[in-house]
């Protein structure tokens, strides 16, 4: 049986957070202040709220390669987590055909008093690889780190690089349909990421859909095909990659 197309559909999407033991209008004078990090409003139930994604509809198909822009706070992260299902709309609706991989907190799932072959696994089940999966790409996964013996060592032995690169080594090693990343690429030393960097263009290339946030413009460039910038939770359409220039001169 085909499978079906791989799509991502946003229609009307809001997501409120609740803000408590905070007092609203020093909150309020903050966001103000700083500019972004969504609208701040009042609950039904008193309490204040910010508003992270206000009415935000979108559509990507395969071959879309979407980068997310804007300032910290803007809600890039947030739509990120959205998509990837670790947020319920309050509004609206989500509806995202084909296997996800997200790829926006390395440090999940990793345990330091296990070993590196046993991060490897743990790593790997929470990315939704079947245990007959992990054994297949054990091998490889421990090449590319290039830790060696270190692999049987446990995790709190290891330098914070050595352990970014295992971390790193293990969530690129997920083929999937639809790519979600945040900005953490650059991890290792030099060395390190060059192959990083051909190791991310593989996995982009082999998945239907990237939604890729960055601060990195020439990232951006390099790995995307269509652009949208948010701010205060509010984003423009999506729209060319040739259009970025533009967006970059309305912030």
Request: charged share 25%; net charge positive.
């Amino acid at each position: 049986m085909k499978a079906p197309p791989v799509s991502i559909t946003v229609k009307d999407l809001t997501l409120r957070f609740p803000v408590y033991g905070v007092d609203a209008k020093s909150l309020k004078k903050h966001l103000a202040r700083v500019a972004i990090g969504g609208r701040l409003s009042k609950s039904h139930h008193g309490s204040a709220e910010v508003t992270a994604i206000s009415g935000l509809s979108m559509t990507l198909k395969a071959g879309d390669r979407l980068g997310l822009i804007g300032h910290n706070g803007s809600g890039k992260t947030t739509l990120l987590r959205a998509l990837s299902g670790a947020y319920e709309p309050d509004e609206g609706q989500i509806e995202v055909k084909g296997r996800i991989a997200p790829l926006l907190d390395l440090s999940l799932g990793i345990d330091p008093s296990a070993t590196g072959l046993e991060n490897i696994r743990l790593r790997g089940r929470i990315a939704g690889l079947t245990t007959r999966e992990i054994d297949a790409k054990m091998d490889e996964i421990g090449r590319f780190t290039g830790l060696g013996p270190f692999l049987a060592m446990p995790l709190k032995t290891y330098s914070a690089g050595m352990a970014a690169r295992l971390a790193f080594a293990v969530a690129t090693a997920v083929d999937a349909d639809v790519l979600l990343m945040d900005e953490w690429i650059a991890v290792g030393d030099a060395d390190f990421q060059k192959i990083a960097h051909q190791r991310l263009l593989s996995l982009v290339e082999r998945a239907g859909i990237l939604v890729l946030a960055s601060h990195d413009m020439d990232l951006i460039r390099l790995y995307c095909n269509k652009v949208m910038r948010m701010e205060g939770g509010v984003a423009s359409p999506v729209t060319s990659i040739k259009d970025l220039d533009q967006l970059l001169a309305q912030a």
